[in-house]
């Protein structure tokens, strides 16, 4: 391990970048924009697509794959749609390459496409185009289909895993025979990934819907999930999206209802992204690394042997071993770190840095007592336990580092939520306390967006649990009946 | 479901297109080349990645992700790699289109790319570059890392699963200290692959090499498994490729050896592809439709109720719930289609048509003798037996379908494969009995060429096995120490 990261407190973004790649998470690759997700990382996003796929099977739905190219006349069908995507599309418009007999490889002008391909940035118009093969009658509906793929969106400045021109995701594209069906749809989505990132990244997160500035383009409502990062900024985690009627209209994509009427589909759309691992790390991490959630670490439990002797690594090794079977008969991940090439202080601060729940170190005085010496990650605290019943003590430790580590994430959350009745109190409490901030708000695009330039601060949403109170907006005067939540934000 | 499909016999082409279609496995995109992988054929996929996801994790691999793009720069690299690759590479030149006034979506000329970006085709070059960062010393060696990923390669004529533009795969890449290490690798993953293919897939494989003409462009060795189809065709199923030090070379990657040296790396390349897919249909379908091995089928058992009344709807399905239960403590997986919608009969056809191994009838004449009827789908034989012990039974029948696929494949080849000794024997049993071809060849590519213009006959390759024996070659009457194996192929 090199030195330390910068503090939190000196350099947030810093210490972030620092994190990320200390931690052997990602790093920028030659091309602009995309990231190299690591293998360490690239764990973190299985353990995610794991829990998220199967949620997604427990409610109905298959995987599919649909084309990673959108013909651009496909695109321009839905026209809020394409107002939206089109200033991020990556574009291809040839499909060989040659030598130019100097030895240079260029692009084969003779093979120029007739229509261009977008890569798809989003792909509810390639889906709703296959849909309408798909779908005649009520029979055939509902379609509940998820695709975990690769999407693209150019970006100008981009920050490993919050914002890459590629990143990976999950999209369900779901359609539905009526528009209560349909919104029914959207808000289980909704409910499945603020459940995930609650109980098992530990995020607790605010459930509502955005305003129309800020809507998913197409979109009739765009519900999300939102979360504060430890800087007091937010983070959109996840949306589920009420698309109405309008991409089975661009597509004409009808059905015959069971009363025998031809109308169109109604259709719902959702998805999580490789964003969430960058919202773990601010979430929980510290100066001294990565804090995971004992369910979204690949590793839980590292033990590290502590020797002088070959003799003695033999026999520490055959505790750590009969450690090792106990914790994995609870299926409890658990790695074994007996490299000679490196000491124990330094796989310490390694393990730290990469956020590993528990540590356990065994020394010979551990041998000769039946001990252990156990570290908590998240609490930096270390006891000495006997041996007898540890699996079980591990298993309940991790219970309890999860829920532990979502208090702490409640905390900060609840400490950095503000209501707020005038707009200088708004600008004081955004740049000083920072965090989410409660506000009375007139319901007009026009005062969102001049908060907006004026502060930087956005509507994160309108949270579905909302109580109506009587109130004035905090920019224009006029009343209002409910406060929204507004953040500066990644 | 819709008539049945035309057969093998009558046109095996035809047949393979529609089967796909009738089963849900998949359907021709808008998108020139590129496919929609359906619901049904995408679980298939999944059954698939699973398998070997947890091979390659057994064998020491972890999953990462690179990006979707290559600087058209890094292709010309290696020399022969862009050769290989130059003529059907996706271009993506520009990264914004606009609205030209006109109320049409264009291409935005002021945002062309300096670089062009080339969808990947396969990914050596990126990781390559990537790997230049990581490796120092041999301490960092090996790097075994694979990536499941969509990789583009631009096809004029395609077909379902077996050839299209857009494709799903695997690429294991790795990176070693020495030159044994990398082929031992090269070896291994050869033979994770040929145990997937005949213990999962029933597939039964010949492990060998390719000849320098048919060779990977980049490797030193191509090793593949070669499948099979029951029309006489063949399948490359699989590839795993040495690649000595010429991506090191190319992209500069050197380490300092245990002795203090610096070296370049040694690598190793590997991957299967949906094309799997392809080769799992058309080993063992017949005319009524998809047969899967088990270990391959989403749906291992159906169970369809035959009722006259809802009193007796709700008896049988008393009964095969106890089943499913029985069923899935044993992890098999079982599907109840009492949809009130469709006729036994229908449904009958229909899994038979999707190849779920076993299909289990209840009626009422069952309900009075505590008997059901089973039928094979492999052998599409019936028998009722009696619900004792039913999940045991099911559970050993699964296991002997699955050999007995096996089996019938490892037949098929056997009575299609053959010793020839002189050409026009060559050219008749490729055109009369087709399958494997064993004869002896001079060794050299312009032998190999001409055979392949004359005969559509390609080398597919020299088993690993492969008995010494002296012979003369077929088309040059010059000396050859073994016999290798031609087909024409998929």
């Known amino acids: 391990m090199s030195k330390g990261l910068t503090s939190r407190e000196t350099d947030y973004s810093q210490w972030y970048n620092e994190l990320v790649s200390k931690a052997d998470l990602a790093e920028h690759s030659s091309v602009k924009g995309c990231m190299v997700i690591k293998p360490y990382g690239y764990a973190i996003w299985e353990k995610m697509q794991a829990v998220l796929d199967q949620k997604f099977k427990d409610t109905g739905h298959s995987n599919a794959y649909f084309p990673l190219f959108i013909p651009k006349s496909f695109f321009s069908k839905e026209a809020s749609h394409v107002e939206g995507f089109a200033t991020e599309c990556a574009v291809v418009t040839h499909y060989r390459l040659k030598n130019d007999g100097n030895g240079n490889i260029i692009v084969d002008e003779t093979a120029k496409l007739e229509e261009e391909l977008i890569v798809r940035p989003t792909s509810e118009t390639i889906i709703w185009n296959t849909y309408k093969g798909w779908i005649q009658s009520y029979r055939d509906l509902p379609i509940l289909v998820n695709q975990w793929a690769n999407v693209v969106r150019w970006e100008m400045r981009t920050r490993l895993f919050l914002r890459t021109t590629e990143f990976l995701w999950q999209e ?15 808000e289980q989505m909704l409910n499945v990934y603020a459940d995930f990132a609650e109980n098992w990244m530990a ?13 998913f383009a197409g979109a009739l409502d765009t519900y999300c999930i939102e979360a504060l990062m430890q800087d007091g900024k937010a983070l959109q985690a996840g949306t589920s999206h009420f698309l109405g009627q309008n991409f089975a209209k661009a597509f004409d994509v009808k059905f015959t209802n069971k009363e025998g009427k031809i109308e169109y589909v109604w259709a719902s759309s959702w998805g999580v992204s490789t964003r969430l691992i960058g919202a773990l790390i601010m979430a929980h991490s510290d100066d001294f690394g990565l804090v995971l959630p004992p369910k979204m670490a690949p590793i ?33 991940s658990v790695k074994y770190d007996s490299r000679d090439t490196q000491r124990p202080g330094f796989k310490f601060a390694e393990y730290e840095m990469k956020g590993v729940p528990l540590r356990i170190a065994i020394g010979g005085r551990d041998l000769e007592n039946n001990t252990v010496e156990l570290a908590r990650r998240d609490t930096r605290t270390k006891e000495t336990v006997t041996n007898q019943g540890l699996a079980t003590l591990i298993e309940n430790l991790l219970e309890e580092i999860q829920q532990s580590i979502f208090e702490k994430a409640l905390q900060n959350r609840a400490e950095k939520s503000t209501n707020v009745d005038t707009y200088e109190e708004f600008k004081k409490v955004l740049d000083d ?23 930087k601060a956005t509507i994160r949403c309108i949270p579905l649990d909302n109580p109506l109170e009587d109130g004035v907006c905090i920019y224009s005067g006029k009343p209002s009946t409910q406060r929204v939540v507004f953040a500066r934000a990644y």
Chains 1, 2 share one sequence.
């Open 300 to 332: 839980q439990v590292v033990i590290v042997p502590i020797y002088k002797t070959d003799e003695e690594l033999e026999k520490i090794s055959a505790v750590a071993q009969q450690i090792i079977n106990d914790l994995k008969a609870k299926g409890i």
């Open 203 to 215: 995020v607790p997160v605010i459930r509502g819907k955005k305003t129309a500035n800020e809507r």
């Open 433 to 455: 306390k920072t965090g989410f901030v409660y506000a009375h708000w007139d319901g007009t695009p026009e005062t969102e967006t001049k908060i907006k330039e004026e502060t």
């Open 172 to 186: 369900g594209h779901t359609a539905h025979a009526t528009q209560t069906e349909a919104i029914a749809e959207t």
